[in-house]
């Protein structure tokens, strides 16, 4: 039924797609996200996979021509990471706004300038409001089922918007990590044919797609893509459950960990959690109470489930790994005042911006970053925002 | 070669109803490659002029299907389209022969495309890209491109009392497609609907990607009388500006070669662009342009005989 073998965060990805199997794959290398598309290549090198690969000029033209596949009704797989990620910026968007569930692997690493190959989440952040369902992973085992979880998504009837899953870069792109992986026939019946859709190869029924719409319809459009954003929460929810029953994960929008009792928590996204989970352990047996949570889905982001499970922390850390250059905080930060607006209680709130270009976060910055929490209680004020591992 | 009876016969897959300018040469030449190609076909067109003028939602003036997605990669979005036809065929899941065209004007294909069509040129995906060239970037409003002739009056080279238009000479796009050594390649002109309709045919027959060149006048940026929109294209060809002629496996052939070759001055005084030229105290810019025009002209007779 399935395998435990270790296996790079690269390698899992490449690994998923050959068992989904996609019709068109077209992608354009560059680090850290290269060797998805390099290993892929190989398994339609020896014909192994049905997919037909594009090795397109730059990432710009993979997002053009994943479009044009998937307009043309195929499953459409792609990869990339950072300059990568924002070059294909103008057709994210466009791919959205087209309803086209084209599923991405996404290597999240810090955008230039200055130029950095190693992890932060700015790339991801900047891809934000385009459309794209975003979900990010902790550890390999996450990113392999996140990325066969995102065809179901991808596809689901009430959704039609395209997904990316992400891995933190080198962190877990490069790193041995053991996961379990299902059989190729398990996947593939898993994510099964794709539904049918409106697309461009129907000659009983053209379709114009990519029309001009002008004030008169543009509105009405752009509202039904708010709509599809909106209803992928119940999709992503069901899928999960789904997939559950079929390996025993369960997979939420967030994963909460000793955070019922917690007084002192942060929020946090991808590969750090491990270790702040650790801290976690190591504080709670200094009888401090503390928790974390770990925001798995960004995109959309569950504003009402998350208030619900923050509502009665005192003091609350939001870590960006990604900062929001407007002054005062980062992305994760704007997303969970947000949340507790409206919360009964509202914790006091303070951010942390950290591990910008791979900078590497050790068990001491989380412990820092919770004495912020503490001293922040014990005072009752805040301040923002706190730089964690930078040399001012 | 069907006659223009068996053309008018056929279903038209770019219908009336769209919002060209009368006078436009883009209408016409989608009209006719759309004719020429008696199959299946999937459009896909760059952000331009096309491109806005025949899709306002909810209106199309495509029946066949038709994608737009952004102004620098229609070669690249056809490049999937075509990709994933081929792959669905050969999975059973389509039976039916199916042509791909991609249309971009020069903005799209001679500057901000180049770089998507260069890539899927390279690949040889089977499609036809055809650019509709009016010389200069209409769509925004008549910004000069790499298209546009040296002397042409844009509203980013304008002519002025120091410059006298666009300085520079347009880029020879053939050339560029023909070292990547694709199957076809033909500049034509929808003045001639029997040349435009061959090439066409010729090059949606090529295996791998063919390119043709239509030159398209653009009665707001030209400026020209409406009227005269295909004259001005087989002028465009009698004064050798814009030779009839194709690469077939890199192989050159002349289409037609004027019996008295004009001077270019008997082009530029039917268009606005160039009226400044044809004013005293311009005469040694306009007799640079004629000797360029007299020297690719001359470049392309040898291309020509050496095959």
Known sequence: MSIRVAKTGNEAFAEAMRQINPDVVAAYPITPATEIVQIFSQFVADGIVKTEYIAVESEHSAMSACIGASAAGARTMTGTSSQGLALMWEMLYIAAGLRLPIIMSVVNRALSSPINIHCDHSDGMGARDSGWIQIFSENVQEAYDNIIQAVRIAEHPDVRLPVMATTDGFILSHCLEVAEFLDDDVVQKFVGDAPHRPNILDFENPITLGALDLQ????????????????????????????????????????????????????????????????????????????????????????????????????????????????????????????????????LLMNFIYGLGGREVKEEDIENTFEHLFRAGKEGKTVNTVYIGVRE | MPSIKDLAKREAKFVSGHRLCPGCGAGVVARHVMLA???????????????????????????????????ENVAATISGAETAYRTLKKQGKIDKDVVFVAFGGDGGTYDIGLQSLSGAAERGHKMLYVCYNNQAYMNTGVQRSSATPRGASTTTSPAGKVIPGKVQFSKDIMSIMVAHYIPYAAQTIPGRWNDLVNKVEKATNADGLSFINVLSPCRLGWPHKPELAMEITRLAVETCLWPLYEVIDGKYKLNYKPKEKKPITEWFKLQGRFAHLLKPGNEHFLESIQQEVDRRWENLLKKCETN
């Not at chain 1, 925001?295 to 960006?320: H, Q, S, T």
């Open chain 1, 216 to 347: 008169d319809y543009y509105f009405e459009h752009r509202r039904q893509v708010a709509e599809a954003m909106s209803k992928s929460i119940k999709a992503i929810d069901e899928i999960a459950s789904e997939y559950e029953k079929l390996t025993g994960r369960r997979y939420d929008f967030f994963e909460t960990y000793k955070l019922d009792d917690a007084e002192y928590a942060i929020i946090l996204i991808g590969s750090t959690t491990g270790t702040a989970k650790d801290v976690v352990d190591e504080l709670r047996s200094k009888g401090k109470k503390v928790g974390l949570m770990k925001i798995r889905v960004f995109r959309p982001f569950n504003y009402l489930k998350v208030r619900k499970a923050l509502e009665n922390v005192k003091v609350l850390g939001v870590m960006d790994r990604a900062d929001g250059l407007n002054s005062f905080c980062g992305p994760l930060y704007s997303e969970i005042c947000t949340s507790l607006y409206e919360a009964n209680n509202r914790p």
């Open chain 2, 37 to 71: 190609i008696d199959k299946p076909v999937v459009v896909g067109c760059a952000t331009g002029c096309l491109e806005v003028s025949s899709t306002i939602f909810p209106y199309t003036s495509w029946a066949t299907p038709f994608i737009h997605s952004a102004f």
